[in-house]
Structures are given as C-alpha cells and as structure tokens.
C-alpha cells in the first residue's frame, strides 16, 4: 500500500486517534470505515495498538492527518465490559472496551496505611491482569514510612511468594522512587490505584509534572450507560511510555464466567484440578482441593474469601446478562 506508515496509537478521544508514526511525526486519524463497523462490539483500536495509517490532507488545515488501515495482533489486552444500548455493542447487553494495549506491564500502587489497603481491590486488579495477558505485573507499597515495616511486611510477603514484585517506595522521602522509575524506563506501563494511596506524588517524584500532565489527559466521566473517555500515554524523559488507567478502578472483568475465574488466581489455580469434581466451584463440594489448601494454610484465607466475593460478582452479572 502506497503512502503508508506503521505507528502507535499514544492517544485517543472521541472517535480520533493521534498515531505517532514511524517518521517522527504525530498524524491525527480516524478509522478506515470497515473497520468503524467491526468496532460496535469492540474496540478495534486504542492506546498502545501498533497499526498502519494512511496519510490524507484537509482543506484549510495543516493538521498531519490520516486514516487507520490495519490494526497489529495485540500481546495483551487490558479491557473491562461495558453496558450498551441500540447498535452500539452488535446487539449483546455488554461490549468490551480495551483500557490499553500491548502494556508491558501494569502497576498497582496502594499505601501501606493512610488508607489502609484494599486486598479485595489489589486481588480484582490481579486477576484482571492476569486475565490480560500482561506479563509483569507490578505492586506498588507506597507511604511505607507510615507504617510498621513488620506489618508490611505480613501484607505482602505472601504475594512475592506468588511470584508477583513488588516495590516499597515513600513519596515523602523518596524512598523507591529510582526504583520504580527504572521499572518504567522501557516498554509501556498501565499506572493505576484506588484514591489516596499517593499516586499523584509518586508521579511528580519520578518526572517533575507528571501528575499535571496525566490529569489533563486521563479525563473519564460516566454518562447513562455510555462510557467515554480520553485516553493518552505520556513518554517519559527516561524513556518508556506511561497510561494512567482510572478506568480499572471500579473494572469488571470482560468475557471470564464464574467457573473460569480460579483460572486468574495464581494461588488456587495449581489446586484447581485436584478437587473431586471437575466442574468444583470451591464452595460446598466434597473433596475439593482449594478448600483443603486454604485449610493447610498454603492459599491464604482472605485471599480465597476476595475470590469467592469476585465469583459471586461475576455470577449475578452473569445471570443479568444471560437471562
């Protein structure tokens, strides 16, 4: 194809897409109109998508535009469903609507205190990435000078066990920081974490700014049963490209049905075919090797409660969806 150039989508917001080019330039795009079609159930393309533009040129502007012609195979996928109405969605109740694309990795950040944190919420981000496809991911400790080390340390040793990382960092006292920003030098990074676990200062220790930047891009507002947002990744003075995900916050895992979540918790997921039954749930059978773990002490029992909470989530949505 004559007059085309590969890119990565660093931005996109209602209906356009800005592609930074292989040339060096940043060309503003929408999308070739077959693939506008496909994209009622999906979406065809978003930040982080590798894709082929064509150029195109208005009247009355010297804005670089084009058009998306082909959107790469993604490596991972981090999306969430979403409600739909009419046409929008192909029809189904839910759609899926992709986050980011091609992270390298995601990173969770949560405090050690102040607030005190939401293990129910960290094992719903887990088991979202997990279900991604993104190979590493990252827990952020923050305000570790807050707490007790030993406290910390009973918190979240048992998920280094799982072979997850995790950093401890102090944005107060810029402990971690050249850490966690050599973790972010490469690649592209999800960056998300519930309120008041001291994101905003984290991102102004690793890159003066920052913070500002992503909040003027990262933008999301919920009206009716319609999702918009603007979405943005921001390169780094170091190098690597970072998305602030606020959309995963409130996430609700896409296209996993109940029985298929023990699949996206590393810790139960070795157990899973040992039990009796092979359609265990974990919950009342007999002879089911989950429940004789978590019994043992090799799953942890609170780990195990946020994944019966998850399941029974993902049932009631399953049945509104399904009925």
């Known amino acids: 194809m004559e007059n085309t150039l590969h890119g990565l ?10 592609v930074e080019s292989e ?3 940043t060309y503003m795009c929408q999308l070739r109109g077959r693939l506008k079609e496909e994209a009622k159930s999906s979406d065809i393309a978003a930040i982080g998508d590798r894709v082929t533009i064509s150029l195109r040129q208005e009247e009355g502007t010297d804005v670089l535009m084009g058009v998306v012609e082909t959107v790469a195979d ?3 996928v981090l999306s969430r469903a979403v ?22 990795r995601a990173i969770f950040v949560f405090a050690a205190t102040q607030p005190s944190p939401d293990l129910e919420m ?21 305000k570790i000078d807050l707490e007790d080390p030993s406290i910390i340390t009973a918190t979240f040793t048992p998920y280094e066990r799982m072979g997850y990382r995790v950093l401890h960092t102090s944005a107060m006292d810029n402990n971690g920081i050249d850490e966690l920003r050599a973790v972010l030098c490469t690649g592209i990074s999800a960056f998300t974490g519930p309120s008041g676990v001291g994101k905003t200062s984290l991102l102004n220790c690793i890159q003066p700014g920052l913070a500002r930047t992503v909040k003027s891009v990262g933008k999301q507002s919920e009206e009716g049963v319609h999702t918009t947002r603007d979405s943005a990744l921001i390169q780094l003075d170091g190098g690597g490209y970072l998305a602030d995900t606020p959309g995963i916050r409130s996430i609700s895992l896409w296209d996993v049905e109940p029985d298929e979540l023990d699949a996206y918790f590393v810790d139960i997921e070795p ?10 749930t974990h919950t009342n059978e007999p002879k089911c090797a989950v429940k004789q773990a978590v019994k043992d002490k090799d ?3 609170l780990r195990y409660k946020n994944y019966l909470n998850l399941r029974e989530e ?7 969806y399904n009925r």
């Open 271 to 280: 157990y899973v075919d040992q039990c009796k039954f092979s359609n265990c």
């Open 122 to 142: 960290l094992d719903r981000f887990l088991a979202v990435g997990e279900k991604s496809g993104i190979k590493d991911l990252v827990i952020v400790v923050n």
């Open 299 to 301: 799953v942890s029992s």
């Open 314 to 320: 993902l049932r009631d949505t399953y049945i509104i």
């Open 74 to 76: 993604r490596k991972s």
């Open 9 to 18: 989508v660093i931005k996109e917001q209602s209906g356009f897409y800005w």
């Open 23 to 25: 040339d060096g330039n």
């Open 83 to 104: 409600r739909t109405t009419g046409k929008r969605g192909g029809g189904q109740a839910t759609r899926e609507q992709i986050i980011i694309a091609n992270a390298d």
